[in-house]
């Protein structure tokens, strides 16, 4: 019974850590309970594998379901495919640590911990699964006087962090119990307490001394609250179109440099790619666009592109059986201009299964075309290689980062190397509803702008709709379900951080170590712990 409740204390202290509702100083403790759970059954010297799989199972179960139960106003399969098996990747990480903790020392068993659950958090940023949702470093994103550092670490810093203070604190209890020398308990918790303090110092001063730099430009933010379950499909493109244009002409100005539109807002009758700067129905943006020639349109549609060369049919691309044709499926930016489409992006992180069916090959001969609904558009859609940065007429450059796109930190780091001096995120999260989904979502956007130096400009369907200045703060918003537009100055700048230049160094390093240590541990005889 006390392994069972301390099992459900670490899930429950996660899950209460987590932005938007939670209180972020409990990560700090919240991984000691279970550390305590596995210690004590290694401890017993008996087979406890089953054990500790079950315990740490329930803990990262609870910790997925409180954060990500939303996923289920979307879809039940959904809901349930993602937290069940995030909850068993997570766990069997955790198993991996306690069979290196039975070979090994407590020192490097606790490094081996550390440098393994970052190596997974990586992993699940690249592989087809991928959700880096629950990311240990996105825990401080309501806290961004905490973690200006990020500008050098990115999030992986965040959960270097976490981990380490997590694993001396755990270790510093197990000797109380041990020894019941309270001094040294509490020698042990000042140091630990100076390593939590010292960062939250050190951002501070980073807060207070940075200052924006970048070319003043005006940007407007569309957010049209179009009903993703009841209007999306059924309003025309030319209705959409005028439904946006009378937003704009309330918030464009003279001086207004960009406009930008929700992901997917133009979905019904998709555009073809090569056909899409002739289309009629984009006439009326046209007619717009000359009584403001300094403007930029960034738009986010479906498009399709037909395959007349079998050589260029990849796996992403779909049959259709009807009309005999393959062709790739884009969920896309364009940015259009007084001369015209200027430019495409085509979303290259995809949402597992509603854009994407990871490992089609094993999958698809099982589930046939069935997909897993987790928000955004549902099509199998065809991904580019790199992002594409968009330009305006004034060679002012912007990342049109769509949606989950914005989840990625080393990936939005790839916009800015190609020049993008400001991120325009555009999404619709709007198939979650009214619940902390689309406010997580937001709230990690912040964690974009520090770790790039980069003021965000964000056009939601539903909302929130926001702007973020370059230190993380949200300077205006516009709240949920709400129809209108934002108009704000940002400053667009050349910058490159420590953290855009190098990536996700502190993962791959950490990768490097854990595989190492995991390898040697069983090429080797147990040594006493």
């Known amino acids: 019974m006390k392994h069972l409740l ?7 202290l996660l899950a209460i850590a987590w932005p938007t509702y939670g209180i972020s100083l409990f990560i700090f403790v919240a991984w000691i309970p279970l550390l305590l759970v596995e210690y004590q059954l290694r401890s017993t010297g008996k087979a406890c594998k089953g054990k500790v799989f079950l315990f740490s199972y329930l803990s990262f179960l609870l910790w997925n379901t409180f954060t990500t139960w939303w996923i289920w106003n979307s879809t039940i ?18 198993l991996a640590y306690h069979l290196v903790a039975k070979r090994n020392t407590a020192k490097i068993s606790s490094i081996f911990l550390i440098t393994i ?39 992986f810093g965040g959960s270097l962090w976490v981990l380490l203070v997590n694993i001396l604190l755990f270790h510093s209890l197990r000797l109380l119990l041990e020894t019941k020398d309270k001094r040294l308990f509490y020698k042990r918790i ?46 025309s493109n030319e209705q959409t179109i005028t439904l946006l244009l009378e937003l704009a002409k309330e918030g464009v100005t003279e001086n207004t440099h960009f406009v930008l539109t929700p992901e997917t807002v133009i979905s019904q009758g998709v555009y ?39 050589s260029k049919i990849a796996p992403q691309s779909n049959y259709n059986p009807r009309q005999n044709y393959w062709f790739n499926d884009y969920n896309s930016a364009f940015l259009l201009n007084s001369f015209g489409i200027m430019g495409f992006h085509h979303k290259s992180k995809l949402v597992v299964g509603v854009e994407n069916m990871p490992l089609q090959s094993v999958l698809k001969p099982i589930l046939g075309d069935i997909m897993i609904d987790l928000g955004g558009t549902v099509a199998v859609k065809t991904t580019q ?34 020049g993008a001096q400001f991120l325009g995120v555009l999404t619709n999260d709007a ?8 406010k997580q979502l937001l709230s990690y956007t912040k964690l974009r702008a520090i770790e790039t130096r980069k003021s965000i400009a964000r056009s939601a369907n539903t909302g929130i709709s926001a702007f973020i200045n370059q230190r993380g703060e949200i300077t205006s918003s516009l709240g949920y379900e709400k129809r209108g537009f934002l108009r704000a100055t940002l400053l667009a700048n050349d910058k490159v951080t420590t953290y855009v230049r190098y990536g996700d160094y502190i993962a791959r390093l950490c990768a490097f170590v854990g595989i190492g240590i995991f390898l040697v541990s069983f090429l080797r005889k147990r040594s006493e712990v």
């Not at 207070?208 to 059924?234: C, F, H, M, T």
């Not at 769509?402 to 780091?413: A, K, M, R, V």
């Not at 198939?431 to 689309?438: E, H, L, R, S």
Request: charged content about 20%; aromatic content about 16%.
């Open 6 to 12: 301390l099992a459900l204390l670490s899930g429950i």
């Open 77 to 94: 399969v959904g809901a349930l495919f993602a937290i069940l098996v995030n909850s068993l990747l997570m766990t069997l990480v955790f």
């Open 117 to 155: 659950w970052i190596a997974f958090e990586k992993f699940h940023h690249h592989w087809d699964f991928s959700w880096p949702w629950l990311t240990l470093g996105n825990v401080f994103s309501e806290n961004i006087t905490w973690i200006q550092w990020y500008e050098y670490t990115g999030i």
């Open 190 to 235: 000042g140091k630990i307490s100076f390593l939590v303090v010292l960062p939250i110092c050190l951002s501070w001063g980073i807060y207070a001394r940075y200052k924006e730099e970048g070319k003043p430009i005006e940007v407007v933010a569309l957010q049209p609250n179009i009903d993703p379950y009841e209007e999306k499909y059924s309003l």
């Open 272 to 310: 073809r790619l090569e056909e899409i700067s002739q289309d009629k129905e984009l006439a009326p943006l046209h007619t717009f666009l000359e009584k403001y020639p300094q403007l930029n349109w960034v738009m986010g549609t479906a498009i399709y592109q037909v395959l007349t060369d079998k």
């Open 385 to 418: 290689k790199t992002p594409s940065v968009l330009s305006s007429l004034s060679e002012e450059k912007v990342a049109p980062v769509i949606c989950y796109e914005s989840i990625y930190g080393e990936y939005i780091g790839q916009y800015v190397k190609k």
């Open 431 to 438: 198939w979650w509803g009214d619940t902390q989904g689309y």
